[in-house]
């Protein structure tokens, strides 16, 4: 089916491990995000891409890496996962970076 | 930086009624574009509403509407004739480019509708 997909939905862990988050979207979008949402915060950009093999930091980079080698996945891996990375997590696509972004259905981490 | 302030954390309405949340942005651009999101239960971030701001034509879109005022950096979201499909989370954010590609999220404001 067409549109933005993330995988797992809900994921638990323990504090050290490594955990990645997957993102897909089918419509080619040049633009794809990362956030987190938090009580309190609302969104907060994680990191970004322009296009393949073009990623950029956002507000709250530290302890995650992102990579975009095909323009449809942007996965995002927590190297080592940490209690204050329990929280949501949104993957957003858009054809340019002023239009509407096009958010999956959020993954649930929890860090133990 | 940019900043954007949402400064009802809840609100609610009467079903049929009218309701207006509030947001307030801070830019140095000229060139921008505001957004109003809305997150139902399901969570899913769908967007309800976007204005450029060098059209100074409030946006609409069927019951959803906005007051976008520039000088005042202030671009409010009324919703008319109240659902209950309309209870929710409403984010209100910004772009500005300027080379940051940051869509800057408010912290939202929680709209209950009493049937």
């Known amino acids: 089916d067409a549109g933005i997909t993330q995988s797992p939905r809900y994921k638990i862990t323990e504090t050290g491990r490594q955990v990645t988050l997957m993102c897909h979207q089918t419509?080619?979008?040049?633009?794809m995000f990362w956030y987190r949402q938090d009580l309190g915060h609302g969104l907060r950009l994680i990191y970004y891409?322009?296009?393949?093999?073009?990623?950029d930091k956002g507000e709250v980079p530290d302890g995650y890496v992102v990579s975009r080698s095909k323009t449809e996945n942007f996965p995002l891996t927590l190297e080592s996962a940490t209690r204050s990375q329990t929280s949501v997590y949104f993957c957003?696509?858009?054809?340019?970076?002023?239009?509407?972004?096009?958010f999956g259905p959020g993954t649930r981490l929890t860090v133990l | 930086a940019q900043t954007v302030t949402q400064s009802q954390p809840e609100m609610s309405v009467q079903e049929a009624e009218t309701v207006t949340l509030s947001c307030t942005y801070d830019?140095?651009?000229?060139?921008?574009?505001l957004f109003w999101y809305k997150q139902p239960p399901s969570r899913q971030m769908i967007l309800v509403i976007r204005?450029?701001?060098?059209?100074?034509q409030n946006a609409t879109e069927n019951r959803f509407s906005v007051n976008f005022q520039k000088a005042a950096k202030s671009f409010s979201l009324k919703i008319s004739d109240s659902q209950l499909g309309d209870a929710a989370m409403y984010f209100c954010?910004?772009?500005?480019?300027?080379?940051?590609?940051?869509?800057?999220f408010g912290k939202g404001t929680k709209l209950s509708v009493i049937p």
């Open positions: 957003a696509s858009s054809v340019t970076a002023y239009n509407e972004q096009f």
């Open positions: 419509w080619s979008h040049s633009y």
């Open positions: 954010a910004s772009y500005s480019g300027a080379g940051s590609y940051q869509l800057t």
């Open positions: 891409s322009a296009a393949a093999d073009i990623t």
């Open positions: 830019t140095s651009e000229s060139d921008y574009y």
């Open positions: 204005q450029e701001a060098y059209k100074q």
